[in-house]
């Protein structure tokens, strides 16, 4: 049973459509990467699965059913508008939050004690919360979303304001939750980290899910169209079905043309007695993918699903 | 549940540790205690202790008994005999007395006597000689007779209905009403803006999502006016502590303190009309502060609030001369402006029981829908942050 289904849907707010039919399911364990540009749904379809908006249609079942009010116990949430309370001591605002979350404030107390000394904030709890720099009240936002030991997390762009060992420090973090079974519904921009860390993504453009699957699966479809050839001698001979030739590193890329497969040119190239080196199918970034999607689904070119 | 108190305690404690709600819990009782310090400043300023003389032709002054103690502010002013107008006047261009009165000989039979001074007459001076004039005219009597004489008259006004009285002893009574609608009214809306702020500084620093995501709509809501009534009350508890150490200290040196008393009855009402007219206000307020996005602007809106509460006062003459006027109705079945006036009529008349009754009803219904509406502006307001939740879409059905 997925810990999150989403099921088309729908949500607008007058005459904007935020999120037009978006579904994917997010399994139990697994990092989940919720993709897409700025104004594409993604956020929408957090507070939709949050029941903190009704959708207008579709269906949403978190942890095995509808949300309710036990739930949010289980549930940590770092919105990607960060909050937390400004004008009171940052030990009071985590142990206030955490208490929300039918936490005994002397639990609180102890588990928040672990992590600020995990985070380098132990110096800084009786500090009010405006005092700190942004990257310390980024960490003190994930000490809120996670102090309770939710079963599901749902963080909108964890790495956002973090400096790259702190970055590091969170994405440990993730990773050691994952490890514990910790579902994790990650939103961001940065495909680098999303490459790293994610199981699973599902990638939003204008309100509808474009792609989904496993990284491999969603990579599968835009790879097989180039390769990447490194030679001894430097120079290619021309190679029939190429239709393009650049460089890449110390090695070229080939892009291929419609029909032609990556064994069309290895044959061919052995066929020319070329001492190849390396030989490669060049596997597009997540980025590229992102960019390329993103781009042939303009209102011209509609891209479907 | 245990989430709305921790959320009632929350708001509780962040407002009333806060240096800002000790400022304002003591400002009340100091400004209170620095106008009635003024009042006998400028009451003493009157006041002068420079002796008066007279010039007794009547006889009835002749080894006279020393004239009675007067209080405070009022100063004692000593009381010299000159044997004649001349020496009186002389006495007087000399600065040595502030004014002089003369007894004629048969004062007995005309009562005319004659004053005179330089600039002014003060209140005191004729007072006061009076006074001494009157404990020698009534030396001959028994002392309970003379004693009886000297205080005059007292009218005491009584309601037939209940009993209750009114006289110049007490007319402190009337007034306490009045003293305690204002106090109740600032401490209202003092924590209602608190709370209005609180709910608004949690949009602009967007921990509303948090805290949704966490707690219900109305755990949030309840809990939030749960923490700003105890804070109000708090305020009221601290206020009356001093208003009842002034009375208690006061009585001590001013007579028309002494027969301060606060009936039953009045508890009672401030009970069944003030306690729901405070969840009214606060969760109107509540809800406001969900429907705006600025800290100011939820500012201008209570500050409307709160002048329609304080509208009854406006109407004071009326409602003190026809206490059961149409208007006086109307004011008081008004759920904002019910609150002030029933308190005001309360002091000036009888109320009926049933409008009471009424009016009471009116305030629960009215702080029930207005918990209704927080609630749905909470749902509908608390994730917007740059547009304002227009009053239609509150009422509208679904969402």
């Known amino acids: 049973m997925p810990t999150v289904e989403l099921t088309n849907i729908r949500k607008t707010f007058g005459p904007v459509i935020a999120v037009e039919d978006v579904s994917f399911n997010v399994e139990k364990g697994e990092i989940f990467g919720l993709l897409g540009p700025n104004g594409a749904g993604k956020t929408t379809s957090i507070r939709v ?64 004690g672990e992590y600020l000394e995990r985070f380098d904030l132990a110096a800084h709890k009786h500090k009010k919360v405006k005092e700190l720099s942004k990257g310390m009240q980024q960490k003190a936002q994930i000490i809120a979303t996670i102090l309770h030991q939710p079963e599901l997390l749902i963080i909108d762009e964890p790495f956002s304001g973090l400096d790259p060992v702190n970055t590091q420090m969170v994405k440990d973090l993730l990773l050691e939750l994952r490890g514990r079974g910790v579902t994790i519904l990650m939103s961001t921009h940065q495909m680098n980290q999303v490459e790293e860390l994610c199981d699973r993504i599902v990638l939003i453009n204008r309100g509808k899910d474009v792609l989904y699957g496993t990284l491999d699966e969603v990579r599968r479809p835009f790879t097989g169209n180039a390769v990447l050839v490194r030679s001894t001698a430097g120079d290619l001979p021309a190679i029939p079905g190429v239709a393009l030739v650049e460089g890449h590193n110390a090695a070229r890329r080939l892009t291929l043309q419609p029909g032609v497969t990556p064994q069309d040119v290895l044959k061919a190239l052995v066929a020319q007695n070329v001492s190849v080196e390396q030989f490669e199918i060049a596997a597009p970034t997540l980025d590229e993918i992102f960019i390329q999607v993103v781009q042939s689904s303009e209102p011209s070119t509609e891209a479907s699903q | 549940m245990i989430k709305f108190w921790r959320v009632a305690w929350h708001e509780y404690t962040r407002h009333v540790l806060r240096k800002r709600f000790l400022l304002a819990l003591l400002s009340v009782p100091l400004i209170i205690g620095l106008m009635i310090g003024m009042v006998f400043f400028v009451v003493s300023l009157e006041m002068s202790d420079e002796p008066v003389g007279y010039v007794d032709a009547s006889g009835l002054l002749t080894d006279p008994l020393p004239p009675p103690e007067v209080q405070a502010p009022e100063r004692q002013i000593s009381m010299q005999p000159y044997e004649s107008a001349e020496a009186a006047e002389a006495a007087l261009q000399a600065g040595e007395v502030q004014a002089y009165f003369v007894l004629p000989a048969d004062y007995l039979q005309t009562g005319k006597a004659q004053v005179f001074y330089e600039g002014k007459l003060r209140e005191s001076v004729t007072g006061q000689f009076f006074d001494f004039l009157s404990v020698n005219l009534l030396r001959s009597q028994p002392d309970e007779v003379a004693a009886r004489l000297v205080q005059g008259t007292l009218v005491v006004v009584r309601a037939t209905e209940s009993g209750r009285e009114a006289s110049d002893d007490s007319w402190f009574n009337v007034l306490l009403p009045f003293f305690a609608g204002i106090i109740f009214i600032i401490a209202m809306s003092t924590s209602s803006g608190y709370l209005t702020q609180a709910v608004v500084e949690e949009k602009e620093n967007r921990t509303m999502e948090i805290v949704v995501t966490s707690v219900s709509p109305m755990q949030l809501m309840g809990g939030k006016i749960i923490g700003d009534i105890a804070i109000g009350l708090t305020q009221l508890i601290i206020w009356g502590i001093f208003v009842v150490l002034g009375i208690l200290v006061g009585s001590r040196y001013v007579t028309w303190l002494q027969g301060v008393s606060l009936p039953g009855s009045m508890i009672l009402l401030a009970v069944v009309v003030l306690i729901p007219a405070f969840v009214m206000f606060s969760a109107l307020t509540a809800a406001l502060g969900a429907t705006v996005t600025e800290g100011r602007e939820a500012q201008q809106v209570v500050g409307i609030f709160t002048m329609i509460v304080w509208a009854p006062y406006f109407f004071i003459a009326v409602l003190m001369e026809h206490t059961n006027s149409p208007l006086a109705l109307a004011l008081s079945f008004f759920p904002l402006t019910a609150p002030l006036t029933l308190i005001m009529r309360a002091g000036f008349s009888d109320i009926p029981t049933w409008q009471v009754a009424l009016t009471s009803i009116i305030l629960v219904l009215s702080a029930i829908g207005s918990l209704w509406l927080a609630g749905r502006a909470f749902r509908l307001g608390m994730l917007r942050y740059g547009q304002r939740l227009r009053l239609a879409e509150l009422f509208r059905r679904g969402g």
Do not use: W
Not at chain 1, 56 to 82: F, N, S, W
């Open chain 1, 49 to 112: 699965l949050l029941d903190i908006f009704k959708p207008e249609h579709g269906h949403v079942a978190v942890l095995g059913g509808p949300m309710t009010e036990a739930k949010k116990d289980q549930i940590g949430y770092m919105p990607e508008d960060r909050g937390l309370y400004q004008d009171i001591e940052l030990e009071r605002c985590l142990v206030y939050l955490g208490s929300l979350k039918n936490m005994e404030p002397a639990e609180a107390r102890r588990r928040m």
